[in-house]
């Protein structure tokens, strides 16, 4: 999967709508202190279904949104846009892909309304797109977004959260969701049988 664009509105510091186009290869962010370089990358993990507040750096989720300033009201919204291309045989899940193999993402939060996500138009859930980005190698805490620190908590990082950052670069991540869902499915299975053969046994 490769990003082409993000766009942001009503984002932490980035009210007014913004557009960035993603290049191929690495990218850097620069500007001075405060200029809301932490808070791009921010937008790119809220977009791939962040949901931990503090991890956002806010005490609630619609800390992200446009909080006003001195000359500006705050807004009732945020909205964080991905789009990103996917590479050859992959494919978004059971959402799908528009005919030229793009992949739009959009996240919205209101006030008092909570997270809604899009997926090609179409309303999600926010399981579906964590799917469809871990399937992808990437995601909200894909090891291919460094922020400030990252490097060191890799090096500090006990075997087992080095593993889970190491099975993420690999796409395997979502597999252990499906795992989980599936386990969970046949448990609920285990005791709906138990219970029948109990209703047997009575009527026995
Ligand atoms: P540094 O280089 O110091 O790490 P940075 O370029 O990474 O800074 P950010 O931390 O991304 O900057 O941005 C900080 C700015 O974003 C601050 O001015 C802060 O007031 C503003 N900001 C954060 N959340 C909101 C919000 N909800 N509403 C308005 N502004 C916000």
Not at 78 to 89: P, T
Not at 115 to 140: C, E, M, Q
Request: neutral net charge; contains cysteine.
């Amino acid at each position: 999967m490769r990003f082409r664009r993000l766009k942001l509105a009503g984002f932490k510091s980035f009210v007014d709508p913004t557009e960035l186009r993603i290049e191929p290869g690495l990218t850097g962010i620069v500007g001075p202190n405060g200029c809301g370089k932490s808070n791009l990358l921010e937008a790119l993990r809220w977009v791939m279904g962040e949901s931990s507040a503090k991890s956002m750096r806010g005490g609630g989720m619609e800390d992200v949104i446009f909080a006003g300033t001195a000359t500006r009201p705050a807004r009732g919204f945020a909205e964080v846009q991905l789009a990103a291309e996917l590479d050859g045989d992959a494919v978004a899940g059971p959402i799908g892909v528009s005919e030229d193999g793009e992949l739009e993402v959009v996240r919205r939060i209101e006030r008092g309304a909570g997270s809604a996500y899009r997926v090609n138009g179409r309303d999600v859930r926010a399981k579906d797109v964590a799917l469809i980005f871990a399937d992808a190698a990437t995601g909200a805490h894909s090891p291919a977004l460094v922020s400030q620190g990252r490097i060191g908590a890799v090096i500090a990082a006990k075997p087992a959260e080095r593993r889970a950052m190491l099975e993420e670069a690999a796409g395997i991540a979502g597999l252990h969701v499906r795992r989980r869902d599936a386990e969970q499915k046949l448990r609920a299975t285990e005791a709906n049988l138990t219970r029948l053969g109990e209703l047997i046994a009575d009527m026995e």
